[in-house]
């Protein structure tokens, strides 16, 4: 993979005057607190230090939080590239779950094979900590639903592809910005 990732979204077309009100761009990981805004106009969440957190200036996220600190820094990137333009569009954009520990995985892997009532089933909606790219730090999942709209709309741009039909919000690098996605799979236990 080439590395242009200096401007992910200079390729986007004009869309248009927007109608929608704008919109902070926040982040979110399960407990993580209150957001405010920080000197780059994008909501933060609050980690109880100045923003922009550890020096980041190019990222609206709070990398001090494991969940987005521990992700792939080509993919922080390119998420926080869509994030502003998205925030630009008037889309609010929140990455509801980054980076997992293999512990936290194989607990909502265990979960899943209760509810779904087999290993075979419960892969269609949750991977393996062997097989997670959550675990790798290669995937996001984004919300709200407008945001994954947006993302699954110029995804492409950043490098960004929606990777499973059956989960909207889940997105991976996984071509140049500009590049085409591949096809999406009808779920997660179509991954070799």
């Known amino acids: 993979m080439t590395d242009n990732r200096t401007s ?10 927007l109608t929608a009100p704008m919109l902070l761009v926040a982040i979110s990981a399960f407990g993580c607190g209150a957001t405010e805004q920080g000197p780059d106009g994008l909501a933060h969440v609050r980690s109880g230090g100045d923003h922009p957190v550890n020096g980041h200036r190019g990222t609206p996220f709070n990398v001090d939080r494991p969940t987005i600190g521990n992700l792939d820094p080509d993919l922080l990137d390119a998420i926080s590239a869509a994030a502003r333009d998205a925030r630009d569009d008037g889309v609010g954009m929140v990455i509801t779950s980054g980076w997992r520990s293999r512990a936290h995985q194989q607990r909502l892997f265990a979960e899943a094979v209760s509810t779904y009532g087999s290993e075979q089933e419960a892969r269609r909606y949750v991977a393996t900590p062997d097989t997670s790219a959550h675990v790798t730090g290669d995937a996001v999942d984004i919300g709200p639903t407008d945001a994954d709209d947006w993302l699954s709309q110029h995804g492409s741009d950043y490098g ?25 799979l009808p779920d997660g236990s179509y991954r070799s």
Request: hydrophobic share 30%; aromatic share 8%; proline share 11%.
């Open 160 to 184: 960004l592809c929606q990777i499973f039909a059956n989960e909207i919000w889940h997105f991976e690098l996984v071509t140049t910005p500009g590049g085409r996605c591949p096809d999406v």
């Open 8 to 17: 992910p979204g200079s390729s986007r077309r004009s869309r248009g005057p």
